[in-house]
Structures are given as structure tokens and as C-alpha cells.
């Protein structure tokens, strides 16, 4: 049995070195997966970062794993490797309650591609991570449990939506993370709590399709502690599934492959704030400028520049809450007391929508397509902050902006680039002084994941952090 300290290094190690040691039998799936366990008891009482935890399916599993690596058959990229799944994705026979009281004891009989392809490629469910209901704020609280902590500092918010899966990740319980991102809820969490998240393109990888079809701007993404284990993880859940109207139909690159090739010389953009009138927070515009002059130091040609799209708050909200209205209209009411404020106000947001600003609000994010396509006719890459503050007091607001249901005023720099589908990643940069987490926000032109991750591993070897933790480990 390993000791609390060797389980915390054992699951700070990289999820590619993991691997290997499994596939070389220098590794057994059951002492990872206990160490993995050891630290979920230890740990998450803290941070709230799971909300079912699946110990005894997760065991069984490695013991599986285990077996296989004696009978000779050829293990998967991710065999033995613990991976956390968001309570907003369907997990068959797992419970999945979209962090809401009105699903709170909903088993699924079925679950999507994504979640089949991580198990077919060898990787263990050890649990469902902590979401704000139905993904609907940048902060993960919900009526199910206490607030998701950040590892950083208790007393922080971890972000959200996908809060579990990056508190977790930063915290070392799991080196590999599942998360979603339809306005920023893998860039957010990331940022704030210090570790890499990438949405890619929309419909890079397939999602689940619902009776009410599949979201326009949402995406199911990697979330780790570095750059390879991401593209690690991207290459097990990308590729067209033809379930997925909307998914990408040509094969995906060798994204594992393509983070070991050469970064040519790029035409860069950075803006501290898209143009977008917001207020910045003076330390983390510092050090996103700082990572600019990285970039600009390795020989790419960088400039200040922004694309033209106009803030996007409001086109963001129309059409998230008429997409939500389509499946959770009966639970304003028939659950009303039960749904979070920021639900409510999303529902009743969208009884409040007509048709014709509904199709005013795409005829215009076609507009901000075409802007952004413009400009990456220019640019290899753009540089913003992933946020416009490090990670928020817990309870604290900032709804400034847009229809008045999400924090805006927090979280600027997301959200269009889901309204245009383009890939981005989250990528740490520094540290406030007081010690919290910095994101620098890498996009990229639609369909280019691949300069984005070599992007973001060169910054990562010029800056490393993953050999940072944070203060709850």
C-alpha cells in the first residue's frame, strides 16, 4: 500500500510517463488506481471537486487492466489510467445529475462516443466531477453540495463549468480530466486553477445527440496538467462518429505526434482585452503580456491586434438560453424552488425571446464568423487573458454584462470564440501575488488544433508549470 505522500507523487506524474510505465509493466493499473483513490479520500472533502465518486467500479476495472497485461494482448494509449468524466456528460449506470436537484438521482441506461472511446482506449472512470447546474455559470455552485474549492486558495472560486475537473486535475487526484466548454468552462477552470485545458474546433470531437439535437457552440475537451497528455487524451476522443451531425467528417491529425513537430515561424496576434471596453485586472494583463514578449522571443512576428467582432454577450445569451429552454422549460415550472438563481434567469430569459431576435442573434454570429475567419487570414494565432481577473472570492458576482445570467464581467474572452468554433486553449502564464493562477488564452484558426498545441508545448517548455502545486496537495 502506497503512503499518502507516494500517492500524491505517483498521481502528479504525467499521464503519458503513467502509461508507459503500465505498457512496460513498471506500473500496476491497481496501485495507481489505489493511490488514485487514496487521493480522493484525502483530498476532495476539501475541495468538492467530485460529486460521485465510483471506488468500487473504478477497482474492479484496474483489476481488469491488470489481467490484461499478463495475456498479451496489446493495451490501449490509455490503459490503467484514471480519468474523471463531468457530471454534464451521460455515463451509463453511473449517476449523472447535471449538478441540479431535479436530476439528482438520474441513472443514465446509455452514454455517448466520447465517453465509449475512453474506455475502449483503456482509461477508468473514477468518478463524476462537480458542475454549476446544467453548465450555467463560470462559478461551480450548485444545491447538490458545498462550492467547488480552488486548490490555490480555499476561499476561491474554482471556475466553472467544468470546476471539478480542473480542481481536480491541479490538485493531482487524476492526471487526465474530461470537460465541457460551450461559453469557456474548460478555459475558465483552467485558467483559475493553474492547468491546460483546450476547446477544440466545434465538432472536432463528436457529442452526445440529444431528441432536441446537439449544441451550436459546445465542445467535450481534455483537461491535464500539461500539453502532452492533453494531446494524448484529444487523439482517443476526436474523429467523426456519424451520430454527431455537427462533428468534423475528415480524420483528425496525430495530435500526440504533431506536438513534436516543429513551430514555424508564426505571424501573431495578442490584445489585452479584444476591444471589448472591459476592465482588465492590471496583474493579469501583466503577465499575458509578459507571454507575448515570450513569444516574440522565440522569433514569431507578434503584434497588438484584435478581431472586430463587437462584445458578444448578448448573441452568447439569446442563443444559450433558447437552447436550453428546448429540454428544461418544464422545470421553471415544476422545480422552480429547486433550480439555482442562475437558472431561473436563463429560462426565463428565453420565455421572454421571439422569433424574429432569435434569428436576428444567427444572422449576426454569422457575421462574427466571417470577421474571424477575416482575421485568421492574417494570424497564425491570437493571444488574449483566458480571464479578466484570477480566481474570484467564493459568492462573489460579476453580472454586469448581457442578459444578466452569467458573470461577464469576470469571463470576457471566451465566449465568442464558441460562437465562431474556433480552437483555443488555456495555458497558466504566472501567478497574482497572492499566489493565484494566470491563463493565457491560445486560438487559433478553425480546424488548427495542431498550432495551438505546439504553440502552447513551446510556451510550456520556455515557462514550465506543471512542477508548481497548489497549496491543498
Known amino acids: 500500500m502506497t503512503s499518502v505522500s507516494e500517492a500524491r507523487e505517483l498521481c502528479f506524474t504525467p499521464a503519458h510517463k503513467l502509461a508507459e510505465a503500465i505498457r512496460n509493466k513498471q506500473l500496476s493499473p491497481v496501485e495507481l488506481m489505489e493511490a488514485t483513490l487514496k487521493r480522493i479520500g484525502e483530498i476532495n472533502p476539501k475541495l468538492n471537486a467530485y460529486l460521485i465518486v465510483t471506488e468500487k467500479e473504478a477497482m474492479r476495472a484496474a483489476r481488469e487492466a491488470e489481467k490484461v497485461l499478463h495475456t498479451g494482448a496489446k493495451p490501449g494509449p490509455l490503459h490503467g489510467i484514471p480519468v474523471s468524466i463531468k457530471d454534464l456528460v451521460l455515463t451509463r449506470g453511473i449517476r449523472t445529475t447535471q449538478g441540479s436537484l431535479v436530476y439528482k438521482d438520474f441513472i443514465p441506461d446509455k452514454e455517448g462516443t466520447m465517453v465509449q472511446r475512453l474506455k475502449a482506449a483503456g ?6 466531477t462537480n458542475t454549476p447546474e446544467f453548465g450555467l455559470s463560470c462559478c461551480t455552485e450548485n444545491k447538490l453540495t458545498d462550492t467547488c474549492r ?23 487526484i487524476s492526471p487526465l480530466a474530461q470537460g465541457t466548454d460551450g461559453g469557456g468552462s474548460t478555459r475558465i477552470p ?9 476547446k477544440a ?3 472536432r470531437v463528436p457529442k452526445d445527440v440529444q431528441p432536441w439535437g446537439v449544441s451550436h457552440v459546445s465542445c467535450l475537451d481534455p483537461m491535464t496538467r500539461n500539453v502532452r497528455d492533453t494531446a494524448l487524451m484529444l487523439n482517443v476522443m476526436a474523429g467523426p462518429d456519424g451520430l454527431d451531425y455537427t462533428c468534423i467528417r475528415t480524420a483528425p491529425p496525430d495530435f500526440l505526434k504533431a506536438v513534436d513537430g516543429k513551430l514555424g515561424k508564426l505571424r501573431i496576434a495578442w490584445s489585452p482585452d479584444l476591444r471589448y471596453g472591459v476592465k482588465v485586472d492590471p496583474e493579469v494583463k501583466s503577465a499575458v503580456e509578459a507571454a507575448a514578449r515570450v513569444f516574440a522571443g522565440m522569433g514569431h512576428e507578434v503584434e497588438e491586434a484584435a478581431p472586430d467582432t463587437g462584445e458578444p454577450f448578448d448573441l452568447w445569451d439569446v442563443l444559450l438560453a433558447a437552447q436550453y429552454d428546448l429540454y428544461l422549460d418544464f422545470a421553471l415550472d415544476k422545480h422552480a424552488d429547486e433550480l439555482m438563481d442562475y437558472t431561473r434567469l436563463a429560462l426565463e430569459c428565453a420565455r421572454g425571446l421571439g422569433g424574429m431576435e432569435v434569428a436576428r442573434t444567427w444572422t449576426q454570429i454569422e457575421r462574427v464568423r466571417g470577421i474571424m475567419r477575416d482575421f485568421f487570414e492574417k494570424y497564425d494565432l491570437l493571444l488574449t487573458p483566458t480571464t479578466a481577473v484570477t480566481a474570484p472570492p467564493v459568492g462573489k458576482r460579476g453580472r454586469g454584462r448581457g442578459r444578466g445570467f452569467i458573470d461577464w464581467d469576470f469571463i470576457p474572452f471566451t465566449s465568442v470564440f464558441n460562437l465562431t468554433g474556433n480552437p483555443a486553449a488555456s495555458v497558466p502564464c504566472g501567478f497574482s501575488a497572492e499566489g493565484l493562477p494566470v491563463g493565457l488564452q491560445i486560438i487559433g484558426r478553425f480546424g488548427d488544433e495542431v498550432t495551438v498545441l505546439q504553440a502552447s508545448a513551446a510556451f510550456e517548455e520556455a515557462q514550465p508549470w506543471a512542477d508548481k502545486y497548489p497549496a491543498v496537495s
Do not use: Q
Request: charged content about 5%.
Open 190 to 198: 483552467a485558467s483559475w486553477c493553474g492547468v491546460f485545458g483546450l
Open 123 to 128: 482509461a477508468i472512470i473514477i468518478g463524476k
Open 201 to 203: 474546433s466545434y465538432g
Open 150 to 172: 480552488n486548490p490555490w486558495n480555499m476561499e476561491r472560486n474554482s471556475g466553472g463549468s467544468s470546476g471539478g475537473a480542473a480542481a481536480g486535475t491541479a490538485a493531482g
